[in-house]
């Protein structure tokens, strides 16, 4: 069974740091790509960090340099670890994978997302 499951949100002045985590399962292997969106209200929901198995990682402008997308084979997890956090950051943070299903198409699976909330 297909399960994401994020944590690690919460509250963090500006410049600090958080780490989110997202539970996977089967295990990271079954996925072509993990990734991390973010959503504030009245706003689409945007990529921010991906991890495809093949190719570089890949990262919204407004978190290059800051944010580090990684997959943790052991623990089965893509952690997402966010430095400088400025208070654009806010938002509720989702775990997105894709698979590739026999037919060829791409099934994408969400987690129920975590709040992270930077303010002073």
């Known amino acids: 069974q297909v399960q994401l499951v994020e944590s690690g949100g919460g509250w963090v002045q500006p410049g600090g740091s958080l780490r989110l985590s997202c539970a996977v399962s089967?295990?990271?292997?079954?996925?072509?790509?993990l990734a991390w969106y973010r959503q504030v209200p009245g706003n689409q929901r945007e990529l921010v960090a991906s991890?495809?198995?093949?190719?570089?990682?890949k990262y919204a402008d407004s978190v290059q340099g800051r944010f580090l997308i990684s997959r943790d084979f052991a623990k089965n997890t893509v952690d997402l670890q966010m430095n400088s956090l400025k208070s654009e950051d806010t938002g509720v943070y989702y775990c997105?994978?894709?698979?590739?299903?026999?037919?060829?198409?791409?099934?994408?699976?969400w987690g129920q997302g975590t709040q992270v909330a930077v303010s002073s």
């Open positions: 089967p295990s990271v292997f079954s996925f072509n790509t």
């Open positions: 997105n994978g894709e698979q590739m299903n026999p037919s060829g198409s791409k099934d994408i699976y």
């Open positions: 991890s495809p198995r093949y190719g570089s990682r």
